[in-house]
């Protein structure tokens, strides 16, 4: 007998669970469908001892953009996958969302990266919480409220009905953090639920997978806040179409809802149990019109039909030249942030920008994103943006015989931002990233005198950004999961004698 708010159970296949202990005493839990995924991250702890800096919350903002788009207009454009199962899904080329602040000390909120594929059967969501404060339910009944335990879960919108209650075509997942999983009851830590047009049917059960494994350093570990702190965790969901009510993967460019939620328990106390975050932020469980937008496949730039009539070429002429601005927030080359309290530092000054992610939480620190924003005013009005290319240059990596090649993203942001204040905490979400990305390969060396140049098709996003008189506002980013992913650019600060490594854009553009 089930109580009303109650989840249900899922029925799934038994799973198996690995511990891997690593130097510095770095313990990973995780199921079975985890340990491919990880297998490639597995490394020590590069936080080292942690001093923190004060937490700065950012705040919720109703409206993003000047065009009246809202926080359910982000999108995540995602790629079909082949891989047949689970275990061997490559995660590199994913869709990417990031949500929440990393806030230092007990009670504080958190960080995730998400991660999402989709491949003949079905949709795979892997989200990468940075927790320093573990707990999980042990042995939970079946009318336990997982919300108030570390827990995750996804929100689907089918339809993309955009209703202000679940309807029939809206489905909720959540997966608990857990220390194991008992064979016999696999799906303990799981919940899952389908609208009805007024709210959750919590009775309704479909068959799919979801693990939320534990990272920390050092024992006790998770439900206990002595000793040093925990690093977070790696959650999976793999929902295959038949749960869904859908026979198989939707058409290339069709739209759903979707949410993420991030639920967060900080102590043994009921008052331990933090404020939920969520993707898109200010997003409701409940009501899908909250929720962001999920796209299948990529979204290729369409040139207008339109001849050339001039090019227009902007770079920085000089390191104050604000024409371009950009900065870098995280950890960079030397890993200095998270634990080491480097999310709330501006490195707006730095000659180099860094990209690198990681699927293991323990390597937060070395978690690096960055920033650019180009002034589009040099383009003569009234005109048609027919292409647009941003060029970058890459001059050095962490541990090159490590080092593998990295999917770089751009992502289309639509708040402004400075680059003398940014910093991981206040740093804009994305409204949306741009599939394909460019792949780029590792560097033998490191150094600024010697770098290559890599290019991006950005034209849909300098004509969004031209059409509402905007500047080009965009982050860089990564889905990697791999140790040493981390990839050095070159900044608009770099010295004249190296000007031309600057970030650039070139814009083709036509007469109306």
């Known amino acids: 007998m089930k109580t009303r708010n109650s989840w249900t159970r899922t029925a799934v296949s038994s799973i198996v669970t690995l511990t891997v202990w690593l130097a510095p005493e770095v313990v990973f839990i995780f199921d079975a469908h985890s340990i491919l995924g990880l297998s490639k991250a597995l490394a020590a702890d590069g936080g080292g001892n942690s001093v923190y800096l004060p937490f700065a919350a950012k705040q919720y903002q109703a409206f993003v953009g000047s065009s009246g788009e809202t926080v359910s207009d982000r999108t995540v454009n995602i790629p079909f996958v082949s891989n047949a199962t689970p275990t061997d899904l490559d995660w590199t080329q994913a869709g990417v969302m990031w949500f929440g602040t ?24 892997r989200v990468t919480p940075v927790d320093y404060y573990l707990w ?41 953090a857990t220390m194991w999983v008992n064979p016999t009851k696999p799906e303990q830590y799981r919940r899952d639920s389908r ?37 977070g965790g790696d959650v999976l969901f793999h929902i295959p179409w038949s749960s869904l009510g859908v026979s198989g993967p939707p058409v290339a460019g ?6 993420l939620t991030m639920y967060d328990r900080d102590g043994a106390a009921n008052d331990a149990v933090i404020a939920a975050q969520n993707w898109p932020e200010g997003a409701d469980s409940a009501t899908p019109s909250t929720w962001g937008r999920l796209h299948f496949g990529s ?39 998270g634990h080491e309290g480097g999310s709330e530092t501006n490195h707006g000054s730095d000659t180099g920008l860094f990209v690198a992610n990681q699927a293991l939480s323990a390597d937060f620190p070395c978690f690096s ?67 394909p990305g460019t792949w780029m390969n590792p560097r033998t060396g490191a150094s600024q005198t010697g770098s290559d140049p890599y290019t991006w098709d950005v034209s849909r996003f300098v004509a969004a950004a031209y059409a509402e008189g905007k500047p080009l ?31 650039s854009l070139e814009i083709l553009w036509g007469d109306q």
Not at 304 to 322: E, H, K, M, N, Y
Not at 408 to 422: H, L
Request: net charge negative.
């Open 102 to 125: 990393n806030g230092q000390g007990p009670n504080s909120v958190n960080y995730a990266d998400a991660r999402v594929v989709y491949n003949a059967a079905g949709l795979h969501i």
């Open 299 to 337: 979204t290729p730039w369409q040139r207008p039909a339109v001849a050339q009539t001039g090019r227009t070429f902007i770079r920085a002429a000089s390191p104050t030249d604000t024409t371009v601005q950009d900065s870098w927030i995280g950890g960079g080359g030397t890993c200095g942030g």
């Open 473 to 503: 506002n965009i982050a860089i980013y990564s889905g990697d999961t791999n140790h040493d992913s981390s990839k050095y650019l070159v900044s608009t600060n770099i010295f004249d004698i190296y000007s031309d490594r600057r970030p």
């Open 369 to 435: 994103r960055s920033y650019l924003k180009f002034a589009l005013n040099s383009v003569p009005r009234n005109k048609v943006v027919l292409a647009a290319t941003l060029t970058l240059h890459h001059w050095g990596n962490a541990n090159p015989s490590n080092a593998s090649p990295s999917y770089i993203q751009v992502f289309r942001i639509a708040e402004d931002w400075n680059e003398m204040t940014i910093n991981w905490n206040n740093a804009p979400m994305a409204m949306e990233n741009a599939l």
């Open 254 to 259: 069709t739209d759903w809802g979707l949410s």
């Open 195 to 231: 609208g009805t047009g007024s709210g959750w049917d919590t009775a309704w059960s479909a068959a799919w997978t979801g693990s939320y494994g534990m990272v920390w350093s050092s024992n006790p570990g998770p439900n206990e806040n002595g000793g040093t702190l925990d690093y």
């Open 136 to 176: 999980y339910p042990e042995d939970p009944p079946d009318n336990i409220d997982l919300t108030r335990w570390d827990s995750m879960s996804v929100q689907l919108d089918t339809k993309l009905s955009r209703n202000g209650r679940p309807l029939s075509t809206d489905f909720q997942f959540l997966t608990a």
